[in-house]
Structures are given as C-alpha cells and as structure tokens.
C-alpha cells in the first residue's frame, strides 16, 4: 500500500525518537513489560520477544494525591527481514521462477500516558518481483482514555476474531493469504493485515461487546501477478499473461462481537455487514470481477475436553445481491462451520486437527441459471487440516507443519517451517509450501506455484 502521509508521519516519529534517545540519555531505562491489549487472541497476534529494547521517559505530573504518579511510556522497536523464495518446478506462466524476493524495515512507536494509547507500527518494503519499493502502513491508531466499562480505538489497526486456525469464518477482516502461499512470514504474523477503523469495547460483568466500523478490504488472493490461477473460461491455469481485472471497493463495514463464559465454556455470538472477502461476483457485461454485498450472522464456543480443547464455530453467508439464487454469476447464501480440537501429544510437541465445511444453499435454483459449459459449484466443500508443532533447544527452535486436504476436490497444500532463534536479535526461517491436486481445485490450482523459501531477521 502506497501511503504518502502516513510515510512522512512514520519518518517524522521515527527521527524524533532518535533525536529524544540522543538528547535525553539520563531518562532512559529498559523494561522488558509487554504492553496491554484488547483482548486474549489480540495479545497473541501482538506479543513481542520479552528481551526487546523498550526506551521508557518517566515524567511526574502534578496531581491532587501526591502519592500517585502517573507515568508516560515510550517505546521503540523494530527489525529488519530479507527473504528470498523460488519455484519447486518451472511455470510457463511466469518469466522468472522467483516468487520471493524482498527485504523489509519495520520501526513500531508506542506511547502511553495513563489511559492514553498511539501506535504506529510501518514497514518500508523493497520488493524485487514487482521492481518497486513501498511504505505499509500496518498499525496508526489511538486508543482514548475512557473508563473500566469501555476502550475506543481509533485509525488503522490488526482485528482478529473467531477460533479457526488459519481459516476464518466469522473473522472477516482482511487477510494476507498470499503472503502465507509464498512464505513472508515465519508465524503467519502477515496474514492479518490492517482496517481502517473505529473500534469501541464495552464491558459488563464477564461479558465484552465490541462494535466495529471499517472501511472494506479484500483478502489478498491469487491474482495472475506472483501466482497462477485457474480461469474457467480459458479452461486452464493463468499467470502474468492474463492478471485478473476485478473491481476495487472501499464501502463501509460494520462488525460486531458479543464474547462471554458461560460454565466454563467460551461463548460468542458474531454479525457482519459487508462483502465477500474474494472476488466472488462477476459482471457479464464489463467481464469484470467484483465483491457482492454479504451479511453473516455466527456464533463460535470453546472449552474443555478430554485431554485438550475443542471448539466449534459456525456462521450462515446470506449472499445480499443473490437472495433468490438464481444469479450464476454471484456466489449463493451458504451455512459453514469448523470442528477443531487441540491437545499436547508429548512434551514440546503439540497437534490439532479442523473439519471445515461449506454448505451452499439454493442449490437447485443454482443449476438451472447456469450457462452451457460453466459447472456449478457441489452442494458441499469439505476441507481437513493438521497441525503439528515441535519445540526443541529450550523453545528456541520450532518445526511445524500443517496440512490442508479437501476430500471434495481431492487437492491439498502442505506447509512446513523451520522457525530458529538463536539470541535476542538474530533469527532464521526455512520453509516449504507444497500444492497439489487438480487445476481447477482451490489448492490444485497452485501446483505450479509450490515454493521453498528463507529469511534472515534482525530485531532490535
């Protein structure tokens, strides 16, 4: 994303806590306190190496109890990541078989006086497959003071909601699915990219009601530009020659959450007032892709059970542009669902396994507005997932794998990961992404684009 504000106020941020760190050196203590967040699944997407540098300017301010001294904070950290990547096989879809090739900066600022939140955390990135370099803007918001009953953020923030592991159901905010396929990250901490957006929490008892507005994004899919696709309509798969052209969207959203325990149990209740996610409409007359309005309503639980935990998360797709059905070119109303479960299968080594499916609705109404040679979709889509993690070297190195496998379509994508840290700064990440299946399969259709890629990181 090219952002040329929000470069300049990064660059101004970033300079400003140089020049504080240069100036003022006798204020500067270390502290290695994690800061505070929203809620349990937002601090595991924020959390930071505990030993990373924090710069914290403590200031008295005068108060009418002189035993109280309230403190502001300032923090600033970063790293820097270069990551290279390259095709398992020759395409003929694309001139170069590099699928990765870029280094990226990242400075995040953090400053807090008592209820009082700013965050800016921005990437400059050089991206050697597109000759381009650009400034992502991944977090720009302020968090205002309040009371203990509510918190309101403000501007571009990472919101993450549901229990599914790498598939998102009632989670409709943005996704970086591309950036997973082609290994920019070792953790998916890419994958949730940023909103727009006004964000108010509201707190009763046990229970939290989040309200979002936000301005629409897409996830990030294969498009023709790094990775091939299948195109019903050339009846094979297409890289750079043939990009998809598809209509941007940038309308308003509307989220919202209810989150409680209810005896002993996780509960929550979802509704979403936006689009599809994916281009999943098409305009006969422009030959153009474009995102159909969409309303979801869901619910998601999770508890206890046995020697792990499981949890299911359902939601039904009311597809607002295609009541009746009887629209081929826009994705029916479907119901989906997620049965997950989790466990620990020996010390340091860890498993869970998922069952997703789609139901999609109006089925019939679906098949008799098709046009001769376009397939309707099947009544269902079942996709199974495995994910095993192993933690060895005192947790300083991961393995992990996870596996996708639709025995609907018969295609899978395997992904394995070697994550190592071996001090407070240096990092590598070795990996693979594996596809395989029939072309015209969600995960088949990107055989040709399974990859191995590796990454160097410097934190600071």
Do not use: C
């Given at each position: ?430 990996g693979t992404n594996h596809f395989a299946g029939a072309q015209d399969g969600r995960f088949g259709q990107l055989e040709d684009n399974s990859n191995a890629f590796a990454a160097v990181r410097w934190s600071f």
């Amino acid at each position: 994303m090219r952002s040329p504000y929000f470069a300049s106020l990064f660059t101004s941020l970033v300079l400003y806590v140089g020049l504080t760190v240069t100036f003022v050196q006798p204020s500067i203590a270390y502290a290695t306190d994690a800061p505070e967040t929203v809620n349990a699944q937002e601090e595991e997407e924020e959390e930071e190496d505990d030993d990373e540098l924090d710069i914290e300017f403590m200031d008295e301010i005068d108060t009418p109890k002189a035993d109280e001294k309230p403190k502001s904070n300032l923090q600033f950290r970063g790293f820097i990541d270069t990551r290279w990547g390259t095709r398992l096989k020759s395409s003929d879809n694309f001139e170069r078989q590099t699928t990765l090739a870029e280094t990226r900066f990242q400075g995040n600022v953090k400053f807090s006086a008592n209820d009082f939140k700013f965050n800016v955390k921005a990437d400059l990135v050089h991206d050697d497959i597109i000759d381009g370099t650009q400034v992502d803007v991944r977090e720009a918001y302020v968090e205002l003071p309040t009371n203990d009953y509510a918190q309101v953020r403000i501007g571009r923030q990472n919101i993450m909601w549901g229990l599914g592991d790498q598939i998102a159901i009632n989670d409709v905010f943005p996704k970086d699915f591309m950036g997973l396929y082609y290994g920019r990250d070792a953790e998916a901490e890419y994958m949730v990219t940023s909103s727009d957006a006004l964000r108010t929490s509201i707190f009763i008892d046990d229970s939290t009601l989040d309200i979002v507005w936000a301005q629409y994004d897409s996830w990030d899919v294969p498009t023709g530009e790094r990775f091939s696709y299948y195109n019903p309509f050339l009846q094979q798969t297409a890289g750079e020659q043939n990009v998809l052209d598809i209509k941007e969207n940038h309308s308003g959203s509307i989220m919202a959450r209810w989150s409680t325990n209810l005896f002993g149990q996780e509960v929550a209740l979802y509704y979403n007032r936006s689009r599809w996610q994916s281009p999943e409409g098409f305009n006969p007359q422009t030959q153009q892709l474009f995102y159909p309005k969409l309303n979801t309503y869901g619910f998601s639980t999770r508890g206890e059970l046995g020697p792990g935990i499981v949890s299911l998360e359902a939601s039904y797709y009311h597809s607002a542009q295609d009541k009746a059905g009887d629209k081929f070119w826009i994705r029916n109303s479907e119901i989906r669902f997620i049965l997950g479960y989790q466990f620990e299968l020996a010390t340091d080594l860890t498993a869970s396994f998922q069952w997703y499916q789609e139901q999609h609705q109006q089925q019939s109404q679906n098949l008799s507005s098709q046009p001769p040679g376009i397939e309707a979709p099947p009544r269902e889509y079942n996709l199974l997932t495995m994910r095993l993690n192993q933690f060895l070297l005192s947790q300083k190195m991961t393995l992990s794998m996870f596996l996708y496998y639709s025995p609907t379509e018969k295609d899978s994508y395997l992904r394995l990961n070697m994550f190592h840290k071996f001090d407070d700064h240096w990092m590598i990440n070795i990996g693979t992404n594996h596809f395989a299946g029939a072309q015209d399969g969600r995960f088949g259709q990107l055989e040709d684009n399974s990859n191995a890629f590796a990454a160097v990181r410097w934190s600071f």
